[in-house]
T-cell receptor
């Protein structure tokens, strides 16, 4: 079972920041938080991951709380192409390191 | 483009027929995963290969399902005696055998069993 809880859906205005929350209260010390997104009819696309420090790349920023029980993915300037399902995943860093997906958050960016 | 390639993209088959899907991972990636995704759900893990060895299988992988990766490069997923409940998107992903590295997904094969 997925170890994360996300809102089912969110809306965001084009050009504004999209802040997607995720709860992972049972995360273990060696487990990373990964974010993927899936645009309709495509395979999931990696966005970003982190352990305990905040991370930023060309796509997004990841803010992880100090107790690591929750995180927020930030898309700084959302565009219509960012409309997708966003998955927050706690990844077990042993064995296969498979990804265990939940249902994700459907983000709709509106013009 | 040297991403993960899956063929065919779409497959329609009659119930009871066998189907086979192919996945070509990114060339230097030694880890390969198969996932299944039904409408409205996130992808579910099916099986994992490290090189040619199949090291993990989900209980979702019934005995009608078999996966191979004979030379540690491409992989095939076969479903025998298909059922309507097998209708789904079948996704392949690959990654390096390096801790904490991202997996790259293909576009998937959409199977419809009629």
């Amino acid at each position: 079972d997925a170890k994360t809880t996300q809102p089912t859906s969110m809306d965001c205005a084009e050009g504004r920041a999209a802040n997607l929350p995720c709860n992972h209260s049972t995360i273990s010390g060696n487990e990373y938080v990964y974010w993927y997104r899936q645009i309709h009819s495509q395979g999931p696309q990696y966005i970003i991951h982190g352990l305990k420090n905040n991370e930023t790349n060309e796509m997004a920023s990841l803010i992880i709380t100090e107790d690591r029980k929750s995180s927020t993915l930030i898309l700084p300037h959302a565009t219509l192409r960012d409309t997708a399902v966003y998955y927050c995943i706690v990844r077990v860093m042993s064995g296969s390191e498979k990804l265990v997906f939940g249902k994700g958050t459907k983000l709709t960016v509106n013009p | 483009d040297t991403g993960v390639s899956q063929n065919p993209r779409h497959k329609i088959t009659k119930r009871g027929q066998n189907v086979t899907f192919r996945c070509d991972p990114i060339s230097e990636h030694n880890r390969l995963y198969w996932y299944r995704q039904t409408l409205g759900q996130g992808p579910e893990f099916l099986t994992y290969f490290q090189n040619e060895a199949q090291l993990e299988k989900s209980r979702l992988l019934s005995d009608r399902f078999s996966a191979e990766r004979p030379k540690g490069s491409f992989s095939t997923l076969e479903i025998q005696r298909t059922e309507q409940g097998d209708s789904a998107m079948y996704l392949c992903a690959s990654s390096l055998r390096v801790a904490n590295t991202e997996a790259f997904f293909g576009q998937g094969t959409r199977l419809t069993v009629v």
